[in-house]
């Protein structure tokens, strides 16, 4: 008996690198975001082929994700987009991670611990230019920078920042985070006498502004295919992770007939009902109960009833024809049809970005153009 399995399709994958650098200037490189074990598509294996397509840089969120991603691609840049300590330093130095340096204090501590081991760490400094999350507020930041430019154990080599919110219908915020990022990285090149490496945009704001892309993007989501389907956007990707599971029973059951934990779906005639081997504890959200749909002969085939935690029930139609070891997919394409993540996170009032993190790890990741 099988679980359900998510299939990544690695060309598809190299067709969306294209299209993404085909937009960019060739002084620009792609930063591929590939934490959280790529967006649940496995991070060993995409960091690989992106590294094959001429991707020279990833990012990641913890020292265990860059160490993984440094076996898939030993020539890359790897920076830390997450805050290391003192303690993460020899790790980082060993596997030529670049942390990111958020406040003083930190730079100050990565500064000593890699000063103590006689050696100098590689760091970009990251600035909030209004996101309110990580990095040294703007108001401060060329001071700081300054002061930090000083110790022996860092070598600032780059400076970050990230945008909160990309509109174009309402991009004054945005704007604002740009011009603040410019006039800030001028006066500390202006100061340190020498260009740092500059990167700002993830997806959104790349596909938008073109200038903004400075000397790399951030992109995750659009080399996974999402985000780019609104008509302003510079570059279309399209998916590359399906996720596939098998029928496990097939009923006929009378009109009236109440389907799973507390009946909240009835038969309005007689049909057939399938049961499919995947549940929320394999990140099929609950909230897709009598909301979602999977593919089975190549239709939409609604999900009746709640979700449970290792099934689901669709409802298939009398006369189906659809048999125990049938193929369904929960997020992909079969024949004409198509159901993705973002479909999905609608129904769930959420966003792709969870919809594909929610994956159970544990499911057979498979891939095809490996
Ligand atoms: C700092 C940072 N940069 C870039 C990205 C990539 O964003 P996206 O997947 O929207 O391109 C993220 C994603 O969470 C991030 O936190």
Same mark, same amino acid.
Request: proline share 5%; hydrophobic share 40%; net charge negative.
């Given at each position: 008996?099988?679980?359900?399995w998510v299939e990544v399709d690695l060309n598809a994958l190299a067709e969306n690198i294209?299209?993404?650098?085909?937009?960019?200037?060739?002084?620009?490189?792609i930063?591929f975001v590939v934490k959280a074990d790529a967006y649940g598509h496995g991070a060993v294996p995409v960091a690989r082929k992106a590294a094959a397509c001429g991707v020279?840089?990833f990012a990641v969120?913890?020292?265990d994700e860059a160490v993984e991603v440094r076996r898939a691609a030993p020539e890359a840049?790897l920076?830390?987009?997450?805050?290391?300590?003192?303690?993460?330093?020899?790790?980082?130095?060993?596997?030529?991670?670049?942390?990111?340096?958020?406040?003083?204090?930190?730079?100050?501590?990565?500064?000593?611990?890699?000063?103590?081991?006689?050696?100098?760490?590689?760091?970009?400094?990251?600035?909030?230019?209004?996101?309110?999350?990580?990095?040294?507020?703007?108001?401060?930041?060329?001071?700081?920078?300054?002061?930090?430019?000083?110790?022996?154990?860092?070598?600032?080599?780059?400076?970050?920042?990230?945008?909160?919110?990309?509109?174009?219908?309402?991009?004054?915020?945005?704007?604002?985070?740009?011009?603040?990022?410019?006039? =800030?990285? !001028? #006066?500390? %090149? $202006? @100061?340190?006498?020498?260009?740092?490496?500059?990167?700002?945009?993830?997806?959104?704001?790349?596909?938008?502004?073109?200038?903004?892309?400075?000397?790399?993007?951030?992109?995750g989501?659009?080399l996974y295919g999402?985000?780019?389907?609104?008509?302003?956007?510079?570059?279309?990707?399209?998916p590359i992770l399906s996720w596939?599971?098998?029928?496990?029973?097939?009923?006929?059951?009378?009109?009236?007939?109440?389907?799973?934990?507390?009946?909240?779906?009835?038969?309005?005639?007689?049909?057939?009902?399938?049961?499919?081997?995947?549940?929320?504890?394999?990140?099929?959200?609950?909230?897709?109960?009598?909301?979602?749909?999977?593919?089975?002969?190549?239709?939409?085939?609604?999900?009746?009833?709640?979700?449970?935690?290792?099934?689901?029930?669709?409802?298939?139609?009398?006369?189906?024809?659809?048999?125990?070891?049938?193929?369904?997919?929960? =997020?992909? !394409? #079969?024949? %004409? $049809? @198509?159901?993705?993540?973002?479909?999905?996170?609608?129904?769930?009032?959420?966003?792709?970005?969870?919809?594909l993190t929610?994956i159970d790890p544990r499911l057979e990741l498979r891939y095809l153009g490996a």
């Amino acid at each position: 008996m099988r679980r359900s399995w998510v299939e990544v399709d690695l060309n598809a994958l190299a067709e969306n690198i294209r299209a993404i650098r085909a937009g960019l200037s060739p002084r620009t490189e792609i930063i591929f975001v590939v934490k959280a074990d790529a967006y649940g598509h496995g991070a060993v294996p995409v960091a690989r082929k992106a590294a094959a397509c001429g991707v020279k840089w990833f990012a990641v969120a913890f020292p265990d994700e860059a160490v993984e991603v440094r076996r898939a691609a030993p020539e890359a840049e790897l920076l830390l987009l997450g805050v290391a300590a003192a303690e993460d330093v020899p790790a980082l130095l060993e596997h030529r991670i670049i942390p990111i340096v958020v406040d003083e204090e930190q730079g100050r501590e990565l500064a000593a611990a890699a000063a103590d081991r006689g050696r100098r760490l590689p760091v970009h400094v990251k600035v909030d230019t209004g996101m309110g999350r990580l990095g040294i507020p703007w108001t401060d930041a060329y001071e700081v920078i300054c002061r930090l430019a000083d110790q022996p154990g860092i070598e600032i080599t780059g400076l970050c920042s990230h945008f909160a919110k990309v509109e174009p219908d309402d991009e004054e915020q945005a704007r604002e985070q740009a011009e603040r990022f410019f006039s =800030i990285s !001028r #006066q500390v %090149e $202006e @100061e340190l006498g020498r260009k740092l490496f500059k990167h700002m945009s993830s997806s959104r704001a790349f596909l938008y502004r073109r200038e903004w892309d400075l000397d790399g993007i951030r992109p995750g989501i659009a080399l996974y295919g999402y985000g780019t389907g609104e008509a302003w956007v510079r570059a279309r990707t399209r998916p590359i992770l399906s996720w596939k599971a098998e029928v496990i029973q097939v009923k006929r059951l009378p009109a009236g007939h109440p389907i799973g934990y507390y009946g909240t779906y009835r038969t309005r005639h007689e049909t057939e009902i399938a049961v499919i081997a995947a549940g929320y504890a394999d990140g099929y959200l609950r909230m897709l109960s009598n909301r979602g749909a999977v593919l089975i002969h190549g239709r939409r085939c609604p999900v009746v009833g709640r979700v449970s935690m290792n099934w689901i029930t669709v409802e298939v139609g009398p006369g189906s024809g659809v048999r125990r070891g049938d193929e369904a997919v929960l =997020i992909g !394409r #079969q024949g %004409e $049809e @198509e159901i993705w993540a973002d479909e999905l996170a609608t129904l769930c009032r959420t966003i792709p970005y969870e919809i594909l993190t929610e994956i159970d790890p544990r499911l057979e990741l498979r891939y095809l153009g490996a």
